[in-house]
């Protein structure tokens, strides 16, 4: 292996061009007579539109079009329409509805799209947006999760009565209720998955463009242009693929919300097409708070059920899923078959069953947010197996090792139809919690007593399903000088890919990592892709890579056969060579790459050095692992302080140890940023999104987390080639139930028993204060 091969720790090639200002983002591309847009959103959570009124606005110098809906249904342009379509409970179907283009008749949430601003440039799309007159009734507006299947609730939409998008189940409902039936303790817990705005650094953006032919180019941050490709043409537009290319640039950020395609890119186009010239719009971070997918948004119900020696018999859960005022295109899949398959967790439990119920509300739609159902369905099973801990008299360790599937029953098929193929969970366990020093928490806990300081030892033990689904394709091109050109269509939007595939590039090919170029992100120069979602990229993307070096390496060894005048079979490749077996004989890859360019090739080979490999996984991988958090809370204030924080990490075979730990660390962030301040608030009455800027919402940010101690217990996947697990989204994952847990273990002493995500310095204090005068008064 060399210093570039797998499991190395290179640092990103890329960093280089990022930090000293070199990358381009799409907000960085400017086309030649380029118009400016921007979007006039809704005020109001629910109403209806009377009149649209534009013709101050037009009159302003400068202005070039306002665009209502109107202007898209006469263009012939479709809605957006969800891929998922969802059986419910009784066999029905899902209620489909569109995702219209701009509002139209109704806006149903606060910065619904109403229409689209376009000008020479942006100051006088400014000037435009205060001048449009739109004359709404306003109407009652729910945005309460729970709420919106209250009898009483605002309806979204006459098509969904009761605000039901779908009721739709799975698992084995009798087992469980017979398993129940003779429990000797049920764990209850009503649990909420708090709404969460993702933030990407790079807020969303769309560059149409069209030629003289009439052929359209969207330029756009995305986390994979193919199916955007897909949509937008066949679906949106109603025209040929090849008659729309998407291209993204550098990406600042996706966290699964940049996955699908919003209204505004079709918007961009169909303004493109109108003005004939380019149209550019560049979100602001209002319009990411008001109108990118929102993430999470979970009221769950759940029960499990336990014998008298703590082990688990079956698993109930009951979910309200918020959707948002329109079903965006995953939305559907996220809380039903992207998450609930893993609510067993790393657990033998026999029997399990699952509701859950989408339902519309007037807020942003909700869709993929980093780990996308997976961190919903972890957070309900560890945290129902604390509150089993607790209603036993068990240990946190103690009942999860009752409880474990053990490593020699792998591969386990869980009651809710996964197989997982490796795993030691115990182990991993184990070595978490000697790391974290959980002998020494006694000392530490007395210590901060005599400080005046709640503390608290959480932990958790996930697992999740990911880097399964669809195939993934690499081609690689050398050139005469031996450089080589990866062309893939996955897209990096942070993680690191130029530098991960090139490694494995690197190290089959016997080459520097420096003379390895990656494409992505352009439908004209990349034929097919996936995108970049459910931590698929490495795994998935890399085995094809991995194939297409065998590819290159193969046709390389038939060039190489004609020019030493020897069979193919006589030829083999090692460090960067050609040799015929047993002799001395041999060519060098770039020698072997220049003479294929001129055209010294065998009968029927074309006259370049390439390969092609595809990669589809028979199988999800899983990845898990166990996290412990060491916290203190201030009873004065509320406030918490993360003092120690250990994960152990089974990612199976790694390729980047260094980008490996940065993504864990990046997804920590966010798990903890969930679990103690982020939350997508709405007013009750009016709608209005309270927590629409970074002075409202509670971004984490540096001081929030301790020095974080990442360590690897790995046991290879065996539905991988390369042994590798999926783990883009881990860290989000585990973060989330290991903080409030062990927030819970802080203030047991105090019998608090639950508190929800959020866990602000308020909630903390009022629950503290509760239960200070509950203990006076008793």
């Given amino acids: 292996m060399g210093q570039f091969g797998m499991g190395q720790p290179v640092r990103r090639v890329e960093d280089a061009r990022f930090l000293t200002g070199a990358g381009r983002y799409t907000d960085d591309i400017s086309l030649p007579n380029q118009a400016y847009a921007l979007v006039l959103r809704s005020p109001y959570a629910h109403a209806t539109i009377r009149s649209i ?273 329109y079903i965006s295109p995953y939305g559907p899949f996220i809380p039903t078959l992207a998450g609930t398959m893993m609510l067993t967790g790393v657990y033998a439990i026999p029997a399990a069953s699952v509701r859950v119920r989408g339902v519309f509300t007037h807020t942003a739609p909700v869709d993929a947010y980093r780990g996308a159902g997976r961190p919903e369905a972890a957070y309900v099973i560890e945290r129902m197996v604390e509150e089993a801990a607790r209603i036993t008299g068990l240990s946190s360790a103690e009942i999860r090792r009752r409880n474990f599937i053990p490593a020699a029953s792998m591969p386990f098929k869980t009651a809710l139809g996964q197989t997982y193929d490796s795993g030691d969970f115990n182990q991993t366990l184990t070595e978490a919690l000697t790391l974290a020093d959980v002998a020494g928490f006694e000392a530490r806990l007395a210590e901060a007593k005599a400080r005046g300081k709640l503390r608290g030892l959480g932990l958790s033990s996930y697992i999740e399903a990911c880097a399964g689904g669809s195939p993934e394709d690499a081609r690689l091109e050398m050139d005469a000088a031996g450089k080589v050109t990866l062309f893939i269509g996955t897209q990096s939007n942070g993680q690191g890919h130029a530098t991960a595939y090139g490694q494995l590039a690197a190290d089959g090919l016997g080459i520097d990592i420096a003379d390895i170029h990656m494409i992505q992100g352009d439908t004209d120069r990349v034929r097919t892709g996936g995108g970049t979602g459910g931590s698929r990229s490495v795994p998935v993307g890399g085995v094809a890579v991995t194939k297409a070096v065998d590819a290159l390496i193969e046709k390389g060894k038939r060039i190489a056969a004609h020019l030493l005048e020897a069979a193919p079979a006589d030829v083999e490749f090692a460090d960067g060579s050609f040799t015929i077996v047993g002799t001395d004989r041999r060519v060098g890859l770039t020698e072997v790459a220049a003479q294929a360019k001129a055209g010294k090739v065998p009968d029927g080979e074309t006259p370049e050095l390439d390969g092609d490999g595809r990669w589809k996984p028979p199988a999800a991988t899983y990845p898990n692992g166990t996290h412990v958090v060491e916290l203190e809370i201030d009873p004065d204030t509320g406030g918490v302080t993360l003092d120690r924080y250990v994960v152990v990490d089974d990612f199976g075979a790694v ?60 046991v290879p996947c065996t539905t991988n080639p390369l042994g590798i697990k999926g783990a883009g989204e881990a860290g989000a994952i585990g973060a989330p139930p290991a903080v409030i847990n062990g927030l819970l273990n802080a203030l047991s002493p105090l019998g608090i028993t639950h508190i929800d995500m959020p866990a602000t310095p308020h909630k903390l204090w009022q629950a503290i204060q509760a239960a200070q005068v509950q203990a006076a008064a008793e």
């Fill in 53 to 325: 009124d534009a013709s101050d606005a037009l009159a302003i110098p400068g202005a070039l079009a306002v665009l209502t809906s109107a202007d898209v249904k006469a263009a012939g342009l479709k809605p957006l329409m969800t891929p998922i379509k969802l059986k419910n409970r009784d066999g029905s179907d899902m209620v489909m509805l569109p995702r219209l283009l701009l509002a139209e008749g109704k806006v149903r949430h606060v910065g619904d799209g109403v229409a689209l601003i376009v000008a020479e440039n942006l100051d006088a799309a400014r000037d435009m947006l205060d001048a449009v007159v739109v004359e709404y009734e306003d109407h009652p507006a729910i945005v309460d999760t729970a709420g919106a299947v209250a009898p009483d609730a605002a309806q979204v939409y006459a098509e969904a009565p009761g605000n039901i998008c779908f009721d739709w189940g799975s698992g084995q409902p009798d087992a469980v209720e017979a398993a129940f039936a003779k429990a000797d303790k049920i764990a209850r817990l009503r649990l909420i998955n708090n709404r969460l705005i993702s933030h990407a650094m790079e807020p969303r953006n769309a560059i149409g463009d069209v030629d003289a032919e009439g052929r359209l180019t969207l330029y756009t941050s995305s986390q994979g242009v193919h199916d955007l490709q897909e949509v937008f043409a066949e679906e949106v537009f109603g025209i040929g693929r090849d008659r729309l290319r998407v291209v993204t640039p550098d990406v600042g950020g996706g966290f699964g919300t940049k996955i699908f395609p919003y209204p505004e890119q079709a918007l961009v186009l169909l303004a493109a097409q109108t003005l004939k010239r380019p149209v550019k719009w560049t979100g602001e971070r209002s319009d990411s708070s008001q109108a990118d997918a929102h993430g999470r948004d979970n009221v769950t119900e759940a029960a499990l059920a336990l014998d008298a020696e703590g082990k688990f018999l079956a698993l109930s859960v009951d979910t309200i899923a918020n959707l948002g005022g």
């Fill in 655 to 714: 390729v980047n140890p260094l980008m490996l730990a940065g993504q864990v660390h990046g997804g920590i962030a966010q798990g903890a940023g969930q679990a103690l301040i982020e939350e997508a608030a709405y007013d009750p009455e009016s709608g209005q999104l309270i927590t629409g800027s970074f002075m409202d919402y509670g971004m984490p940010r540096a001081d929030l987390l301790p020095q974080i101690e990442f360590h690897l217990k790995n």
